[in-house]
């Protein structure tokens, strides 16, 4: 039974990747201007591989309200091309200063900085010009609640304040319940958004958005610190960029500070506990409570 | 008649210009975690001064359509924050590299590069948070209209693309006819946006909407060229930016292929025709009319 839902779940993965990335096909032209290096930047950040994720999360949590997937397919493109353009702008050298990224040049190795921060400035843009389109739902009011809540958990009190608060923790020493703050608004919005978005889409109630806020919430934690393991862990081939970049930096992680026996329980327990948050959907939910076993088991 | 234009055209500018910064001053709190130093740096590159042009473009065409002020002035703070977002990330030195912005130091050589690329990414998010927001308009299409407007302005398509065309030209030759486009795309089109979002608010009709687009195209590239005069007969005291840049850069501008006299002719023929899109508004747009003029005679 187990193995099914594993197997349903990669499947799953597999299809998402496969319709999400025809969306940003599509929206990603090649030009043949003079600006046309800015466009092939950025497809290379964003068709260059990837997990896709939070895509998998907003189709499956679409689902749950029956939304249908070109909907749901084009705001998990509007969150993977923020995701994406996060990594190109932390990537850059004036910031974690990485020349590797899903095992290929970072995109300021490949091109250049200032096309590099072009590109994560055009991708962000683009992915709010995605969600206010028309053809991402009919009603106004759906479009730019998605609009207000990606921009809320992307910027300053989200994503951007992570980013900020990680550059800070060169510097000062932060406890768990600083890495846990860290980490919530560094990766935990956007995971959270994306298992919100379904909810937007399908003009859900309260109780089952607070149900999907919770299993986020637990499953971003988890998420993270197995990201943490894997710095400690994993190899740069497994991976597909630099490993042990934390430690090198002198900054506190879960797993500097727990350990990482303890970090892996505690991976475990959180991934066990978001797990709970979903009982009001029943079978339907079945492939997110998978979603939070490959989070910790994951290699890269 | 002209005179007392002119003083209406000053008032309204402050009047914009304290109006608009009451609500920029608002929705950039100070905050007191580590991350402080973002919304420090956010602050410092949207509150230390600036013309304010494009807000007051927001507040005039809306004012034609009879919007609220509290509306235009959230959609005028939405539009500032993008061209400061622009204005933070041009001047870093993998772009234009410069260390002085309205008389004071840019935004990485008062804090840092790291800082001044998330402040960028924070200021544009913000705004397009701002638009979505339900305060900023009952209507749900009509914020979710303003999103897309101003995004496809600012993005790949418009703005972005604009920056990565001028970095360009710095390697191919431009004629007339491939700087218009480039500053179409690099300062036009949020131009352009700024003259349609009163429109865009007050759900005119197609031919008010034209109407403004046709203003906003000749008084963008008349805002353009008289900008390229500045930098070349304007000093560092007037502009308090640098001047010179872009004959050092040999980058071709109106100037460089036109000659100081055409260029004037041509900014000034270009602001007489902006204001004859405007025939269909009779009074209403007499600070519209009267902004053509501004355009072209500004020290900075």
Redesign the interface.
Known sequence: MAKTTALALEKALRETTRDVEQVLEKILPLED???A???DS?RYATLGGGKRFRPFLVVQSATLFSVSRASSLRVAAAVELVHCYSLV?DD?P??DDDELRRGQPTVHKQF????A??A???L???A??L????QTHE???????L??AL??A???HGM??????D??AET?ELDVG?ITRLQRLKTGALIAFSCEAGAILGRASTEPREALRGYAHDLGLSFQIADDLLDVEGTIEETGKAVGKDAAAGKATFVSILGVERAREQANLLAKQSVEHLAIFDGDADLLREAASFVVDRKR
Chains 1, 2 share one sequence.
């Open positions: 201007e003079h600006e290096r800015l466009f950025m702008h850059l004036a910031m250049d900085e200032a096309t921060i072009l994560g400035d055009a962000l843009t683009l709010f010009e969600l206010a389109d028309p009603n106004g009011n759906v479009r730019a609640e609009v207000g921009a809320g992307a910027g300053a951007v304040g992570g980013q900020m608060l550059l800070a000062i600083g």
